[in-house]
């Protein structure tokens, strides 16, 4: 029911004026710089980024509480029916740095627009007004989205990062153009790139947007392969073999966060349900462009042992 009222605009523009007052109570605690250490789980959408960050979860990592999660609820169940395992804040986040830029998911900036932001275009207070009023996220009810804001409010970005958890993990693909923000504000911040073949990304994602063609795979994956990712040693993980060699890539990713008695093994195995794959046998890619980024993600996946592959 509440959820109801405040689809309305003016419910929200009144509850965004409460936390206006709110936040003049808190004006100004943003915290400069961090010790938080996150991984940041970057891919286009539709590329793994969910089954990946769960195997995360079953390793030891945290997403932070599930009140701040987005649900797999109407018509986002069908599509990832296991979890998003996004947290709101960083999901609109990512919207907000967009709306920025008067960019979105499906229509990304260039690298020359995101070198252009840094934290000083962020105001918390205007942020939530975005979130609020022009981003209405229905995967999370309004009381839990009010108890975030007011999180936010009073810790800031810094704070809400240090009250997921040890090891905190945060996994949103639009967040993948944003990686230098990141890192500004937190230099501890670590990085896994995972990404998917072009065919069954583009097949998957065309349910989510008409945008979704091979321009938009190169522009995504063109950011991911920067060579600023190199310098903060990323590493990559290929979806496709992650499916076709689950228990070896397991022990890969095990090995790269220096597990050396993973306990979870069979838990995460048995998260990849064949049925929701889609597995018709890829062809070859006739776009030169997208074969030879395919191919260089290829060859820096640290779940590929054959680079011929």
């Known amino acids: 029911m509440l959820n109801e009222i405040l689809s309305h605009h003016r419910s929200r523009r009144v509850l965004n004026f409460g936390l206006l007052m709110y936040s003049r109570l808190y004006a100004d605690k943003e915290k400069k710089g961090s010790l938080s250490r996150p991984l940041w789980v970057l891919g286009m959408f539709r590329s793994g980024t969910s089954l990946l960050t769960n195997f995360y979860v079953n390793i030891g990592y945290n997403v932070g ?15 990832n029916p296991k979890g998003f395992f996004e947290d709101f804040i960083f999901a609109d986040l990512s919207r907000y740095f967009l709306h920025l830029l008067g960019r979105s998911g499906d ?6 627009e995101v070198d252009g932001l840094n934290w000083a275009h962020f105001n918390v207070r205007d942020f939530i007004s975005f979130s609020l009023i022009n981003s209405f996220e229905d995967r999370i009810s309004i009381i839990n989205k009010v108890r975030c ?15 997921m958890g040890d090891m ?11 990686y230098k923000l990141l890192a500004s504000k937190w230099p501890l911040s670590r990085f896994v790139v995972i990404f998917r073949h072009p065919q069954s990304v583009l097949k998957s994602s065309q349910a989510i947007t008409l945008r979704a063609n ?13 060579k600023y990712l190199e310098s903060k ?3 990559y ?7 076709a060699n689950p228990r070896e890539s397991f ?53 590929i042992f054959d680079k011929s592959q």
């Open 107 to 112: 229509s990304p900036p260039t690298q020359a």
């Open 168 to 178: 905190p993990i945060v996994k949103i693909p639009m967040l993948s153009f944003f």
């Open 237 to 243: 993980i290929s979806y496709d073999h992650i499916i």
């Open 214 to 226: 091979e321009k938009l795979y190169c522009i995504y994956h063109e950011f991911l392969l920067d």
């Open 149 to 163: 804001y007011v999180f936010l409010i009073r810790y800031g970005l810094d704070g809400y990062i240090l009250s």
């Open 251 to 303: 022990f890969e990713i095990c090995k790269k966060e220096g597990i050396d008695k993973p306990m979870a093994e069979e838990k995460c195995i048995s998260l990849i349900d064949l049925s929701l794959i889609r597995n018709s046998e890829k062809t070859l890619i006739e776009d030169n462009r997208l074969s030879l980024l395919y191919y260089e993600l290829c060859s820096r996946a640290i779940n």
């Open 233 to 235: 040693s990323a590493y």
């Open 65 to 79: 509480p599930n009140s701040r999660l987005l649900q797999s609820v109407g018509i986002w169940q069908d599509l």
